[in-house]
């Protein structure tokens, strides 16, 4: 459980370095970033960089499918994610703030719920439903590619153990 809570706090105060800056200094007289407008659909690769402890809950490799939905008024989108492993997938509804870094890039902050399809069978993100939060990022290359990568933190994402879950994303969209 203090390993737990240590990658946690790690992850949260890496998220609070990386995002302050932009936050802090959103009040400059130099011309505000733009981001990325791009509503877009992609896949990639997912990795689970933690266990439950128990059989049924190791690490697993996988891959995901991933979209963004924006919003015109405000610096919100929808997102989607589903994560699969070879024996079932995890859907992960999801909103985000994002914060626009260049003209074409944003990075985000989100939360969701990870709906396992088959609980007790491993998925990037853990092996039955959980709430989940995640740290991205995203960069629009071109005029109809989106790259995009991730971590996604799965809260009491393990059948019979208090471990949080880790996954780690990264892929290629299509903009439409």
Excluded: C, H, W
Aim: hydrophobic fraction near 40%.
């Amino acid at each position: 459980m203090k390993r737990t809570l240590k990658s946690v706090l790690t992850l949260s105060a890496l998220a609070t370095v990386v995002i302050a800056p932009v936050l802090l200094s959103a009040g400059s007289a130099s011309a505000k970033p733009a981001g990325t407008d791009a509503n877009y659909i992609g896949a990639g690769v997912a990795a689970g960089v933690t266990n439950g402890g128990q059989d049924g809950d190791a690490a697993t490799f996988g891959g995901n499918i991933q979209g963004r939905i924006t919003t015109d008024k405000a610096p919100v989108s929808v997102r989607g994610s589903v994560l699969f492993s070879d024996e079932t997938s995890a859907i992960i509804p999801m909103v985000s703030y994002d914060v626009p870094v260049t003209n074409n890039a944003n990075v985000y902050v989100g939360a969701g719920y990870s709906f396992v399809e088959e609980n007790g069978k491993p998925t990037p993100l853990g092996n039955q439903d959980a709430p989940v939060v995640s740290v991205g990022a995203e960069a629009q290359i071109g005029q109809n590619i989106v790259v995009y990568g991730d971590t996604k933190i799965g809260i009491d994402a393990y059948q019979n153990s208090p471990n949080t879950a880790v996954s780690v994303q990264a892929g290629a969209g299509f903009r439409f």
